[in-house]
């Protein structure tokens, strides 16, 4: 779970990175192209929009982690071993032994 949660979350990143590099290029292909800011201001505009719908998803990814970290952590569930991981593994569970619930796998 920790590897798909924390690779979305990578993927979040590159889509912002590269659509911050869109919205720094289009202004610099329209003076190259000897054009006024209209002809690229709807493109602009756009890719600004999708910007701002990544950084809500972005923070909504955080969030389900944390929320996934808190459940793991009260139902003292250690992480699989994963290269680069540098979380402690948790001494007990959090929870009282009677509100943990069986998972099916």
Do not use: F, Y
């Amino acid at each position: 779970m920790a590897a798909i949660i924390n690779e979305a979350e990578r993927a979040m990143d590159d889509a912002m990175s590269r659509a911050s590099l869109l919205v720094a290029e289009l202004p610099q292909l329209q003076i190259q192209a000897g054009v006024n800011g209209a002809w690229a201001q709807p493109a602009v505009a756009s890719v600004c929009s999708a910007l701002t719908d990544m950084t809500t998803a972005r923070g909504s990814l955080i969030e389900a982690h944390r929320s996934l970290s808190a459940v793991q952590r009260k139902l003292g569930i250690t992480v699989a071993e994963i290269p680069g991981n540098s979380k402690e593994v948790p001494s007990k569970p959090t929870a009282a032994i009677e509100n943990i619930v069986q998972l099916r796998a």
